[in-house]
């Protein structure tokens, strides 16, 4: 009997400003300890880090980035899905050393997605449902994973352009990051369809 694998996807950087948006899919294995999951906005970024750490190195997983000037040119719902099939497509490569690992030798995925969109992936079953994030633990973990990573890209954008403050705000909209992009214009990396 083919066992059933669930495949949690989420996206980080849907509302900002400037910068990607990046997508987790996580395949947990049966032993995870899923005490230390949660929706990635409900962690500290201690706890997120750690909790990356754990998830990188017990499930199988991938990690999909598209940036600004895709986002730009498809709209941020598509790009979002086409961050999560290239996630999926990162996760699937590692897929048969992580089912060797766990002594699995036959199953199926089924996926699910938070909010009320799913990625276009032939060949598994998808389902999407709003607060996902919050109530299935590969979802948790694909949040996770997609939040810290793109935390780390907006600190490195920090550096090149520091007049902007992407360490502090990660390219959402606040007042502050508003206003220095009408003072001296748009960084390099912001989203020019997004107003600011």
């Known amino acids: 009997m083919p066992e059933k694998l669930i495949c949690g996807f989420d996206e980080a950087g849907r509302g900002p400003l400037a910068g990607p948006v990046t997508a987790g899919a996580v395949i947990l294995p049966a032993d995870f300890p899923v005490e230390i999951l949660n929706d990635s906005k409900k962690l ?19 990690l999909g980035i598209v940036d600004h000037k895709t986002i730009d040119e498809m ?8 961050a999560m099939k290239l996630a ?48 299935y633990p590969s979802v ?18 920090d550096a090149l352009y520091p007049a902007y403050g992407y360490a502090k705000h990660k390219g959402y909209p606040t007042s502050a990051h508003r206003k220095i ?16």
């Open 44 to 62: 500290s970024e201690k706890k997120r880090i750690a909790a990356e750490k754990i998830i990188m190195e017990k499930a199988c997983w991938g």
């Open 88 to 135: 999926y497509e990162s996760m699937i490569k590692k897929l048969p050393e992580w089912l060797s690992k766990q002594n699995i030798k036959d199953c199926w995925i089924s996926a699910i997605t938070d909010g009320t969109s799913v990625p276009d992936i032939p060949g598994i079953e998808l389902r999407c449902e709003p607060k996902a994030d919050a109530n």
């Open 75 to 82: 709209n941020i719902l598509k790009a979002s899905m086409y």
């Open 181 to 196: 992009c009408r003072e001296i214009g748009p960084s390099p990396i912001q989203r020019l369809t997004f107003k600011y």
């Open 140 to 157: 948790m973990a694909a949040s996770i994973i997609a939040k810290v990573e793109r935390d780390k890209i907006m600190c490195e954008m």
